[in-house]
């Protein structure tokens, strides 16, 4: 990483000349001359002075740019799993999204179909029923959705989803911390 044209770039960005970034980092004009020159390299101490100055730290700087991360996924890149008992589909529209913060899913419930009942754990449940109806099943409380409405929870209790008993239904399910 070339540190002295990365910084030059940002001060350049931030509007400032070489006298601006010294006079606000309380360095001098041929001291930042020379760093974005790449003739002397900053302390650490001095290289977060100067970064503070342009707006922006460490491990911001030293990131890498990865324009190759996937943004838009497509059917190819779900992973599905079927569980004729339950009469159930779940895909994984997201891949690998385990790992992340969040956790989509789409469930596809045939008439009658339902989910495993999961126990209580940390997080929120959020969904959005796309197609069909549901009952929620959260402790003793049962809940009902239909197309085109969404469902909240906290699930501190046991709980499940089925579907209507003559149309099935499919929808969006998205669990934070990943949990399905």
């Not at 290289?47 to 190759?68: K, M, N, S, V, Y």
């Not at 895909?91 to 339902?114: V, Y």
């Amino acid at each position: 990483m070339n540190i002295g044209s990365k910084i030059k770039a940002l001060r350049v960005l931030n509007g400032l000349t070489q006298e601006d970034l010294a006079d606000r980092a309380e360095l001098s004009k041929g001291f930042i001359s020379q760093v974005e020159r790449n003739l002397t390299s900053p302390s650490i101490a001095t290289l977060i002075d100067i970064l503070q100055c342009l707006g922006t730290d460490l491990p911001e700087f030293f990131a890498e740019e990865t324009h190759d991360e996937q943004i838009v996924f497509k059917a190819a890149d779900y992973f599905e799993k079927i569980d004729p008992e339950l009469k159930n589909k779940i895909e994984w529209i997201i891949p690998n999204a385990q790992k992340n913060i969040m956790e989509p899913i789409r469930l596809t419930l045939e008439p009658g179909g339902s989910t495993y009942p999961d126990n209580p754990h940390e997080g929120e449940e959020f969904g959005y029923v796309l197609m069909g109806s549901i009952t929620i099943h959260l402790g003793s409380r049962t809940i009902r959705a239909k197309k085109g409405e969404s469902f909240y929870f906290t699930p501190n209790q046991r709980h499940y989803i089925t579907a209507g008993e003559k149309t099935g239904a499919t929808l969006i399910w998205v669990s934070t911390p990943p949990s399905f």
